[in-house]
């Protein structure tokens, strides 16, 4: 069977997903329970919890897949495409063996796929309002910002990636969670600094930037730390503060007309440092992009991964590419974040490339994409 359709199945960290894609490029169904709500209560993900709710949501979540498809005969699915990794072990475990079952069931290639590839290939999804977007043209230079993964690649054609530099400390987006929490923002830390740092009325401040040097690699932690050490301060001097309603490092208006966020720093604090914080991750993002796309000659960027739903990070990086003249592709924000849609797309390619999971495919929770 030749028909295209590939049905796939994510779990690798915190979204049970099923979806069935055409050619790699047109969903025909795209189903995402996220656990975002039950890990916020813990302020991130605890891997037990997170594969104990993939086990409650993955019969649920292909049924509703099913249903929306109307691929209830199996006849015209031509693979089953699963993330092998990387990921949290639990959580693989469990789409891979709901995977394995409905290939052996159904008589089907099981093929397996890198999640970090998945995110990539996001770019070749279409969308409803623009349904004739021609493929992403190669060489194509892909950031991936996630809340696991922090890299550019350099892609020459389907399937072929070449490092061209990578985080040496955190993700990205686990800088914005770390960085969120510190300013007492709800978890995940990302949407929030996002939100509060378009409400910033200070734009003044400047956090360090990590440039290493002449290299494609990026380092948060420092930033970190310069966030953590400014929250600090201005704690402090909150709370000097309010002890005489006017101590330094309070400024004027802000303190007593304004509300406090759960840890007791007035919103204006809050936004100011969001925006100096998501500055400078976004400027190290975008200016590294656009130079590796420039040494690569690219013909394609394509941003992916849960931080490409920053919107300021998109605008930066779409500016990079219009300056050199191509064009930037970006999901929309439901298909950056975790989905099986960006699965079947990249397993699309691999089941036409003749990629096939061994019959003893295990979950690999470090897999690189390349080295
Ligand atoms: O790709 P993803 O859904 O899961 C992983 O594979 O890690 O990425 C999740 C990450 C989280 O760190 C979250 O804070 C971040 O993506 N994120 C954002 C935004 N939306 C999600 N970071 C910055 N701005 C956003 N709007
Ligand atoms: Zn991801």
Same mark, same amino acid.
């Given at each position: 069977?030749?028909?295209? &359709?590939?049905?796939?199945?994510?779990?690798?960290?915190?979204?049970?997903?099923?979806?069935?894609?055409?050619?790699? #490029?047109?969903?025909?169904?795209?189903?995402?329970?996220?656990?975002?709500?039950?890990? /916020?209560?813990?302020?991130?993900?605890?891997?037990?919890?997170?594969?104990?709710?993939?086990?409650?949501?993955?019969?649920?979540?292909? %049924? %509703?897949?099913?249903?929306?498809?109307?691929?209830?005969?199996?006849?015209?699915?031509?693979?089953?495409?699963?993330?092998?990794?990387?990921?949290?072990?639990?959580?693989?475990?469990?789409?891979?063996?709901?995977?394995?079952? +409905?290939? *052996?069931?159904?008589?089907?290639?099981?093929?397996?796929?890198?999640?970090?590839?998945?995110?990539?290939?996001?770019?070749?999804?279409?969308?409803?309002?623009?349904?004739? =977007?021609?493929?992403?043209?190669?060489?194509?230079?892909?950031?991936?910002?996630?809340?696991?993964?922090?890299?550019?690649?350099?892609?020459?054609?389907?399937?072929?990636?070449?490092?061209?530099?990578?985080?040496?400390?955190? /993700?990205?987006?686990? $800088?914005?969670?770390?960085?969120? #929490?510190?300013?007492?923002?709800?978890?995940?830390?990302?949407?929030?600094?996002? &939100? $509060?740092?378009? @409400?910033?009325?200070?734009?003044? #401040?400047?956090?360090?930037? $990590?440039? +290493?040097?002449?290299?494609?690699?990026?380092?948060?932690?420092?930033?970190?730390?310069?966030? #953590?050490?400014?929250?600090?301060?201005? $704690?402090?001097?909150?709370?000097?503060?309010?002890?005489?309603?006017?101590?330094?490092?309070?400024?004027?208006?802000?303190?007593?007309?304004?509300? %406090?966020?759960?840890?007791?720093?007035?919103?204006?604090?809050? @936004?100011?440092?969001? *925006?100096?914080?998501?500055?400078?991750?976004?400027?190290?993002?975008?200016?590294?992009?656009?130079? @590796?796309? %420039?040494?690569?000659?690219? &013909?394609?960027?394509?941003?992916?991964?849960?931080?490409?739903?920053?919107?300021?990070?998109?605008?930066?990086?779409?500016? =990079?590419?219009?300056?050199?003249?191509?064009?930037?592709?970006?999901?929309?924000?439901?298909?950056?974040?975790?989905?099986? @849609?960006?699965?079947?797309?990249?397993?699309?390619?691999?089941? &036409?490339?003749?990629?096939?999971?061994?019959?003893?495919?295990?979950?690999?929770?470090?897999?690189?994409?390349?080295?």
């Amino acid at each position: 069977m030749t028909s295209g &359709r590939i049905i796939a199945v994510e779990t690798s960290c915190d979204e049970t997903a099923v979806a069935v894609v055409q050619e790699g #490029r047109r969903i025909v169904a795209n189903v995402v329970a996220s656990q975002v709500a039950l890990h /916020a209560a813990t302020g991130g993900i605890v891997p037990e919890v997170a594969a104990r709710a993939h086990l409650r949501w993955m019969i649920p979540v292909l %049924e %509703e897949a099913e249903r929306r498809s109307g691929i209830s005969d199996w006849s015209d699915v031509e693979a089953v495409a699963v993330t092998e990794g990387p990921g949290l072990a639990g959580s693989l475990l469990v789409g891979i063996t709901m995977a394995k079952t +409905l290939a *052996y069931v159904h008589g089907l290639p099981l093929v397996p796929v890198n999640h970090l590839e998945g995110h990539i290939y996001a770019a070749w999804l279409l969308d409803h309002d623009d349904p004739d =977007r021609p493929a992403p043209e190669f060489p194509v230079v892909a950031l991936v910002v996630s809340g696991g993964h922090t890299f550019l690649v350099e892609m020459t054609d389907h399937l072929t990636y070449r490092l061209l530099g990578q985080t040496v400390d955190d /993700a990205a987006g686990e $800088a914005f969670d770390k960085v969120g #929490r510190l300013l007492g923002l709800p978890y995940p830390g990302g949407p929030a600094i996002m &939100r $509060a740092a378009a @409400a910033a009325q200070r734009r003044d #401040r400047q956090f360090p930037r $990590a440039w +290493l040097g002449e290299t494609f690699d990026f380092s948060f932690s420092g930033l970190k730390t310069a966030a #953590r050490r400014a929250i600090e301060a201005e $704690a402090g001097a909150s709370v000097d503060g309010s002890s005489n309603g006017e101590g330094p490092g309070v400024r004027p208006g802000t303190r007593a007309e304004t509300a %406090e966020n759960s840890d007791g720093l007035p919103e204006p604090v809050v @936004a100011e440092l969001a *925006y100096a914080f998501q500055e400078s991750v976004v400027d190290v993002l975008a200016t590294k992009t656009g130079l @590796a796309a %420039e040494r690569c000659a690219a &013909r394609t960027i394509i941003l992916g991964g849960g931080v490409a739903a920053n919107t300021v990070l998109r605008d930066r990086i779409a500016a =990079r590419a219009a300056a050199l003249g191509i064009p930037l592709v970006v999901p929309r924000p439901a298909l950056c974040t975790d989905n099986a @849609a960006m699965i079947g797309a990249a397993g699309f390619f691999r089941t &036409r490339a003749g990629t096939r999971a061994p019959r003893d495919l295990d979950a690999r929770p470090s897999l690189k994409l390349a080295v």
